[in-house]
């Protein structure tokens, strides 16, 4: 009923409303990450593992009966395509992807189906609770293999996705180096980007109180990450993602996704 009559709402009073609901669905402001971890149920929470259960960020829910595919796996597919050159999607038997907080696969088994041409090696790194979900879920799967630590530290691969899920994280910065270190290529993918000249830590809240669960979110200055990556290596692109809108204080903050080539990588 709320999303109905949120629907019919001009923009500015969807705005609005979402901004007056902040403590109990959506994003509230927390006075740092310690404090957000204290009042959140957290990303292992029964409620957050039943909701990843039940979802596929992927698909547009508005026509998913039709088997249309939404932007988001669209974004990621053309960023694997684009960043890969011809030669090496011609020359590469196998395509090799870490991806990190990748939950159940929905990204592995959308390109499995739609580029039967590409052979994929997808390693998803994910919490205990969600690799034990998805192992009983896929456990004679091949193709795509869950972990929650990477023991072989000399491990590399071709392309590291990074698709909502360093905003997270206590400290981005620290997991983007370490995927630095892991491929030539990453793709950011659903990042919450403010004009703000600095983060800003909130609690999120995806359904009415506790009721999917809550987490500790950063939402990104784009000036700070933007610098950042840009002393680190090449941008080679950046894309919007209306589908992934957050409130934060009565202002909109669409999310964004982009591809980086690092400077760092020793990864082969």
């Known amino acids: ?7 019919l709402l001009p923009e500015p009073l969807k705005i609005g409303l979402r901004g007056i609901l902040a403590p109990i669905i959506g994003f509230r402001v927390a006075e740092n990450w310690e404090s ?56 590469k038997n196998t395509i090799r992807v870490l991806d990190i907080g990748g939950g159940l696969g929905e990204y592995f088994f959308l390109l499995r189906d739609n580029l ?32 929650n630590t990477l023991n072989d530290s000399s491990q590399t691969f071709d392309i590291v996705l ?23 290529l990453l793709i950011f993918n659903r990042l919450p980007f403010s004009a703000k000249p600095h983060n800003l830590v909130c609690i999120q809240r995806p359904g009415l109180f506790e009721s999917k669960g ?16 840009s ?20 202002r909109k903050i669409m999310n964004q996704g982009l591809t980086f080539r690092p400077h760092t990588s020793t990864a082969v």
């Open 1 to 7: 009923m709320f999303l109905w009559v949120n629907a």
């Open 36 to 91: 957000a971890v204290s009042e959140s149920s957290g990303y292992q929470s029964p409620q957050t593992i039943s909701t990843i259960e039940g979802s596929d960020p992927v698909v547009d829910k508005r026509t998913a009966d039709q088997n249309f595919l939404g932007n988001r796996y669209l974004q990621v597919a053309s960023a694997i395509l684009s960043g890969l050159n011809p030669e090496e999607l011609k020359s």
């Open 116 to 147: 039967p041409n590409l052979k994929f090696e997808w390693l998803i790194l994910e919490t205990p609770a969600l690799c034990e979900l998805a192992k009983s879920k896929h456990a004679d799967t091949s193709g795509i293999s869950w972990t």
């Open 162 to 184: 990074l698709s909502s899920v360093i905003q997270y994280v206590e400290k981005p910065f620290v997991l983007i180096e370490m995927a630095m270190q892991k491929a030539p």
């Open 214 to 229: 809550s987490y500790p979110v950063h939402i990104l200055s784009e000036q700070l990450f933007i610098s950042y990556l």
């Open 231 to 250: 002393t680190r290596g090449q941008i080679m692109s950046r894309w919007l993602v209306p589908e992934d809108v957050a409130v934060v204080r009565f």
